[in-house]
Nanobody, 120 residues
Framework: QLQLVESGGGLVQPGGSLRLSCVAS????????IAWHRQAPGKEREGLAC????????SYADSVKGRFTISRDDAKNTAYLQMNNLKSDDTAVYYC?????????????WGKGTLVTVSS
């Protein structure tokens, strides 16, 4: 079945940028909705962004709107999260997920996450 692997996390300074990748295998990511979520220590998992199966429609949480951009490249079976102007509060484990509905609902498949640490 569909497997997702995140990468690109690491340590960045406040105000810096980072691009996360989510590589799918086992099945084509084409037509799946894709979401990025994150979970900080002691906090609930937070949905950040969604991109439709077509790649045309996107949606963002207020906490990241204007700073983060979700995208996809179906030819590479990969989704991305470009993160700019990072803040300390962005520190979390970031997860990608795929949804067969073509949008972001309950999410059917999840990656294991990649850690992003924003600190001086």
């Amino acid at each position: 079945q569909l497997q997702l692997v995140e990468s690109g996390g690491g340590l960045v300074q406040p105000g810096g940028s980072l691009r996360l990748s989510c590589v799918a295998s086992g099945l084509s990511l084409r037509n799946y909705g894709i979401a990025w979520h994150r979970q900080a220590p002691g906090k609930e998992r937070e949905g950040l962004a969604c991109i439709s199966g077509s790649g045309i429609k996107t949606s963002y949480a207020d906490s990241v709107k204007g700073r983060f951009t979700i995208s996809r490249d179906d030819a590479k079976n990969t989704a991305y999260l470009q993160m700019n102007n990072l803040k300390s509060d962005d520190t979390a484990v970031y997860y990608c997920a795929a949804d067969q509905s073509g949008w972001c609902n309950g999410m059917d498949f999840w990656g294991k996450g990649t850690l992003v640490t924003v600190s001086s």
